[in-house]
Nanobody, 129 residues
Framework: QVQLVESGGGLVQAGGSLRLSCIAS????????MAWFRQAPGKERDFVAGITWSSGTRNYADSVKARFTISRDNAKNTVYLQMNSLKPEDTAVYYC??????????????????????WGRGTQVTVSS
């Protein structure tokens, strides 16, 4: 089992920044890819950014490119999401997800929420206009 705990959410004005953290614990040796998703009220859970655990290869949703940066600290089993130039439309609950397949697929595959094995409970991000 793997546990994921997110932190760092909050209320920020448009144009501001937040840094989310996700700490993984438990049987993390098989961590292959980790990602951030977000879900706004009444909407589906959407891919935001992902990173492969071994090589650090990254991928972003078009809506956050050049504003958000995903990174990881393997020694701390932690993945981060630095969010800059925040917009009201970024308001959502942000979830951390982990894939333990030990196999690598295309980023199209990893944008699907269904492929991830473990999820955190989420952290609320609210951006006021």
């Amino acid at each position: 089992q793997v546990q994921l705990v997110e932190s760092g959410g909050g209320l920020v004005q448009a144009g501001g920044s937040l840094r989310l953290s996700c700490i993984a614990s438990g049987r993390t040796s098989s961590t292959t890819t980790m990602a951030w998703f977000r879900q706004a009220p009444g909407k589906e859970r959407d891919f935001v950014a992902g990173i492969t655990w071994s090589s650090g290869t990254r991928n972003y949703a078009d809506s956050v490119k050049a504003r958000f940066t995903i990174s990881r600290d393997n020694a701390k089993n932690t993945v981060y999401l630095q969010m800059n130039s925040l917009k009201p439309e970024d308001t959502a609950v942000y979830y951390c997800a982990a894939d333990m397949s030990l196999a690598y697929y295309s980023w199209t595959y990893y944008t699907q929420a269904s492929v991830y094995d473990y999820w955190g409970r989420g952290t609320q991000v609210t951006v006021s206009s």
